[in-house]
């Protein structure tokens, strides 16, 4: 499988490269834009990302005012046609929102995740999936076909030819609450230990034992790009609101967060002794 392209991602690092630029001709936005023949409200969302229609004519304006060499112009260009492209989560734009998240995800070179109450998304069979829904019975049975192959789509960034790096921190908690009844939880967590045995994926279960934790607040994500000009972003969700997060000192505390927790967890070893333990430990209820 191919890897896509995150139009998201592709006009932060053009915005930031127009920043840049800017930045080192020592202009304003606002003489900027004048000497560009660019409306300033243009520039402006051009230099944070949210501009989603990028012309090439002003690009090409910038690049004259900047000085920019034929190379970097091009460069740009090919910036701003990725920008456009529509990644397959735009299919599924009732089930993600306006940010979806696998957009993020597409070019994602590390992804850490602590879940707290349930599997991580990219580690769901469908039958957990689809428990999780029903279980909030809050959604249609349509509705709960469309996020259980939405999520099934997303999964697929695990196993293309360039996947990411993976590592997920599971509460033990996650791994105890039945979903879908007995069966479908062991088919669950006999994917993790199957899961587990890849290369790019490491699992660790924090256990009850370990008592309270730095993350004790609720699940998170953290994204690492292979890029080093895309800065990291944290994810984290709430029943009515999905949040991003980038500046350095959020991201510094999530990564303080994911580490404690981490140092807190059961090796991988250990960890895939404990779900096949839990696995097991379902068969007296059959």
Known sequence: MARSLSPTVRRRRLARVLRGLRASAGLTLDSAAKQAAIPRATLGKLETGDLKRIRLADLDSLAQLYEVDNQRRLGMHQLAKDAIEQGWWSKYKDVFGAEALPDFEAEASFIRTYEAQVIPGLLQTPAYTRAVFTG????????????????????????????????????????????????????????????????????????????MHAANLGGFMIMDFPEPADPAIGYAETPSSILFVETEEEIRRHDAMWREALNASLTVAQSIDFINEVATSLESYQ
């Open 136 to 211: 909030t019975n809050a959604f249609a049975e349509e509705e709960v076909k469309r996020h259980v192959d939405a999520r099934m789509e997303r999964q697929r960034i695990l196993t293309h030819a360039y996947p990411p790096e993976y590592a997920a921190i599971i509460d033990e908690a996650a791994l105890r609450r039945p979903a879908g009844g007995i069966q479908a939880m062991q088919e669950q967590l006999h994917h993790l230990t199957d899961v587990a045995r890849h290369p790019h994926i490491t699992l660790h279960v924090l256990p009850f034992s370990a008592g």
